[in-house]
């Protein structure tokens, strides 16, 4: 099995090989911003950012920020030739209107109905959602990217959210450092496995009933 | 009759107990300027409608610090933690909103919209105490204007007509909040001539903008 | 009695007299678009074009016309310094929103409610509402400007609309070639008389009854 | 991989029966010789949605004029006669919508909203078929979103990444209309190299538009 850091490049890239040349995409802070830095060669995203622009670019150089030029998570950024800036309005009627290819997003429970809860946790965490319910709601599809288990253990791909709702039923797939899931009518489906872990392994990480790739139940 | 005057006067303007709405996202676009001034003036009893409250230590943060504000309307207060200390405590209503829905709630009251219907929220909280509508078999969240009696926006550049510019990823909510409220003040790095800006440039037409302040430069503290 | 002509110029000072400096106006084709040149010394005000500027100027000379500067009725204009152009959304968010001070416009018919039909005459004349709509619904000030007869002499101040009305209840304010008509909850009070007329000669041709400013049904 | 295509080909992705949304007001800002290639084509039995039907005898008009359109959204058609006498000869189905509406319904299509409550129509024909919606003891109509499967557009200038500027009055319905349709074609006067336009110049991002075609200049012909 790899350590957790090579699990974590691994998803990373796996993520980075759900795209094509063109297509509009949304990363949200933390494991998914990541992916830009990993697409297979050739490969031309462009990226958006909810406060405002489309193109988003490399990190700026020390010395060259643009205190006007941040994203969503309030760092330093740039926009790339070719790249443009807009009101909020116009950024969510982007988001909202269908015009976004894909939202990569982390979470903190995700169900086999493709619910997704990643705002909240009542009487300890309320950030708020930002974006991420219209980013959820309004982009043509939704990964979510994020470690298989939370940092204590806790199990986070369930039969049921518990936590309250960042969307219902707009997940369509769930890249982790331990596979690929794939949400179904059917089900939630493990289409790979990470380098090194069986099937029963993944499944033993995981509330909801995994299904192999032939869509039947597999006796764990 | 110019629009130009002194930050004093602009923010004598904000009475206690009214609602006021900040442009900015976590501090970008934000009219600092004007905020400092608020809370030098002690402003109390504040609705606030904004996307977030700042970062911990930036002007936008310091309205919640100081206590200028009881009730907040935001989509994020995750990247100020004395936002989410004061409402735990109880200490400040907090309301959660999604982004793109705040954005077009503000948008409506501007635009004389009854309201929207948006998809967003649908499932969720956000959906407690609002009216669904149906439309071609989907549902959909009615969500009701919102607006202040104040708007305190940031411009890079606005002409003496009140006519602003934005740049980059500044602009966000601040041309949206120059609709939706009854007096609109605008910080403003640049203040140029009446003509000197070309009509197309115009980001929010002058109408809506009532009072403009020249940002002051502040030196930039060297580090160490 | 003023000829024809003289009496739709003391029409369009009239109405020129309802603004104060800085108002927001939105003038209609015809007669409403001859009182920006009619304006009291002094007084400026900013005139809307719904097709999406704002600061209309005077028509351009000869030879100086620019093709994507004309106004809403298809003719070229020009932009003052200080005006601003924007599309059709950011338009009729002005209007509809409250931010027109107050719109000039003729009818076809008003009526003592404020009703106003403008639009349509069905069987004969389609052309559409295009803007007027939002106009008379969103202004904080609607004035009809128009002569106060039908050119087949058909009376066009009634006490009922029987066109299709543009919007319901909106008129403040009938400014026509024969006085100054204030729509009130009592009903139309005749604020002014044109040089020349009398009382009853204004109420011979108006349908609605006429009240004085001391707002007293009159005996004609 | 460009975006800029020619004329035919453009033209070519709009088949008989589609509808088609067309930037422009009275004719300025119209996409006139897209248009004139829709005619040339003889594309058939269309689903037109535009302000208006242009001044007879412009490139918009003759869409009319040519019978390439079974059915008309506009809110003005004054300016057109023929369409008034297509329409009365029960030739051509015409729709008449408010203009601030017709605006807010192509916005909504591009905005993933299910629809907007206005003011505008309350008390007239626009009622009818229409669901009315009372929000703090103001009635409001429920109108729903408009899109369609092509939009023809009108630019000043655009890169080859297909962001758009536009010019003065010309701008109108022009960046609604390229965010609520399928496939988005604009004619643009001047193409530049990608990284030749600011961001904040840009009025359309270019992820809405799909085709760009070069304007020709035309000789304009001598008068007498």
């Known amino acids: ?220 | 009759m110019t629009k130009v005057i002194r930050l004093e006067e602009a923010i004598s303007k904000i009475e206690n107990g009214m609602t006021i709405m900040v442009g900015g996202f976590i501090g970008c676009g934000a009219p600092s300027q004007l905020l400092e001034e608020v809370c030098r003036k002690q402003v109390k009893e504040l609705t606030l409608i904004a996307n977030d409250t700042g970062i911990l230590g930036d002007a936008m943060s310091q309205l919640i610090v100081q206590r200028c504000v009881n009730k907040l309307i935001a989509t994020h207060i995750g990247t100020n933690k004395e936002t989410g200390r004061q409402m735990s405590a109880g200490e400040l209503e907090v309301k959660l909103i999604p982004q793109g829905t705040l954005v077009e709630q503000i948008r409506a009251a501007g635009a004389g919209l009854g309201g929207i219907l948006t998809p967003t929220g649908i499932g969720t909280l956000v959906e407690e105490g609002k009216q669904k509508l149906v439309v071609n078999d989907t549902e959909y969240l009615l969500e009701l204007p919102v607006r202040a009696n104040v708007a305190l926006l940031n411009a890079y550049k606005a002409d003496k007509a009140g006519n602003l510019v934005y740049r980059r990823a500044a602009r966000n909510f601040n041309p949206l909040m120059a609709t939706a409220a009854d007096t609109v003040i605008a910080q403003v790095d640049r203040i140029v001539e009446v003509g000197e800006i070309d009509p197309d440039e115009v980001m929010t037409p002058g109408i809506f903008v009532d009072y403009l302040v020249q940002k002051q430069p502040r030196e930039v503290s060297s580090v160490g």
């Open chain 1, 1 to 220: 099995m790899l350590d957790k850091e090579a699990r974590i490049d691994w998803l990373v890239k796996r993520v980075a090989q759900e795209f094509k040349t063109g297509d509009v995409v949304n990363l949200g802070i933390g494991i998914p911003t990541r992916v830009a830095n990993a697409l297979p060669e050739g490969i031309k995203i462009i990226l958006q950012s909810e406060n405002g622009y489309m193109g988003v670019g490399p990190v700026p150089e020390a010395g060259k920020e643009d205190p006007d030029t941040v994203n969503a998570g309030g760092q330093y950024a740039t926009i790339l030739p070719g790249g443009c800036s807009f009101d909020s309005a116009m950024s969510f009627a982007i988001i909202r209107g269908g015009h976004v290819d894909a939202t990569v997003l982390g979470a903190l429970q995700v169900d086999e109905d493709g619910n997704l809860a990643s705002w909240m946790i009542p009487g300890k965490m309320v950030p708020g959602m930002g974006g991420a319910m219209d980013l959820v709601v309004g982009a043509r599809r939704v990964i979510v990217a994020m470690e298989h288990a939370a940092k204590n253990g806790g199990i986070k791909v369930l039969k049921k959210c518990t936590l309250p709702l960042t969307a219902s039923r707009q997940v369509n797939l769930i890249v982790t450092d331990m596979g690929v899931i794939e949400v179904t009518p059917k089900g939630l489906v493990l289409r790979e496995i990470a380098p090194g872990l069986t099937f029963a392994e993944v499944q033993a990480c995981t509330e909801a009933i995994l299904l192999t790739p032939e869509s039947e139940i597999v006796e764990v």
